[in-house]
């Protein structure tokens, strides 16, 4: 737990003081002063447009510096050596990756907030105020980041090519949005392996439709119980993916 | 002992798989399937950003586009001379069709074809409520409009205009529909009864970007009252 802990105070410093992380939460600001903007043209909508639009923004920043972060975050000190330093040490690799990658999901989260905070203030400003609601589409926001984040960790590893592990991150990220097209498909095929092969990638690609409460805000909330089991899914597949880096970390000889 | 995280990594998936099967089972999201987006000259804009999981930034924007167009300005959609807001049903089926719970962009739309001065296609408006309330039954409001519609085609304008009062302060109306009704109150002569929605629309938050044209309505009617009635002379 101490060199969990250790590692993860270190990588959580080491992306405040990195200046991708820096310009993703100021370029963040910008596109929340962007949504400022266009919903003045939504005439009646404003506060719709100023709150969908800020959430969306607040998603495409914490994805891309998810992603970005994650997929660098082990390959980098592959490269520059760094990891024959630490290892030699007696840290557990598990406990070394768990604390990289919690310190990224962390970085990640306190630029969220910065930027949740602000979109909240500039939607009081214009007579919205939800908070537990907005706390809750935030949390689920968080959940897709850090399965996004758990699974580019898993392709850094798996193919030890930042930009095929960014391009498959994107793929999987789409993919994952399409999960209930890809249901839709499987019940209109006529064949059995493509109905198989269809419903066994829906249920393989992180729900990310299904859990996308930002997007599905002005419709019928979902309960408490439905937020508990979201929270459980995004912990259990962004454990697996966890599970299965470590497991690759584990091979790897350095 | 090697393929201890390969297990853990199994049984995690598992609980993941439970964990999405409860909360398929606990919420639904009423989203059409992506198969049901038209082409047109903003397939590709909707498509890429629906696919992304931004299905209600991309109605936000499809909305801005149906007002634009409303407005005038929007050169991939021209109407033809003779057919004003030809494409108003489409601009806001396309946004229904990226979220169905935007019941703004089908009630603006069916308002302005069913009341607005000059365009009158009440049928057209009827076809949009239907699909409306195909994509959400629970909007009263899409019944009442089209209830107000059937009134219209009778010819009983008075009926018409006292149901569409009725959801007046409704969140959902949108403000162009509340100055249409004002507008049909002053074209029937009932000077005092516009005056009343004028203020309310100035009074409301809501209708921001009416405040402009009620403030100037709310001056021509007050000075057409202050006038004394010819059958007072």
Redesign the interface.
Known sequence: MQTISAVFAYTFKEHLRHKAWLSAALFGLVLLGGAII?SA??????A??LL??GL?AI?AIALVSTVFLTVHLILAEIESRAIFLILTHPVRR?DYLLGRFLGTVAAVALGMAGMAAMHLLLLSLY?WWEPLRYAAALGCVLGKTAVMGALSLLLSLALTSEAAAMSFAVFL??L???S??MR?LADRSGSAFMKTALVAFS?AAP??????Y??????PS??G??LF??G??AL??A???L??S??LF?QKEF | MKGRWLAAAAALFALALFAGARMRRLHEPRFPPLSELKAGPFAFQDAALAAAGFRAPAADLAWIQLLQYAAGSLPEYADHAGHPYEHLSTLSLRVTRLDPSFHRAVLFSAGMLAWFHGVERPDEAAELLNEGMRRSPDQPIYALYLAAIAYQKQGDTGRMIALLESSFDAPETPSTMKAILANLRQSRGEHREALALWERIRASERDRSEHARAKAKIAELRAILSKPSPRAK
């Open positions: 266009v043209l939504g005439a009646d909508e404003r719709r447009l969908d639009l969306a998603e598990a007579g990220w789409m994952g949005h399409f209930s097209e839709f249920h729900d990310f439709a299904r859990f996308n930002r997007d599905f805000w002005h419709q979902p309960g119980e439905w089991w979201a459980a899914y259990a597949y454990a697996a993916c599970a299965l470590v497991q584990d």
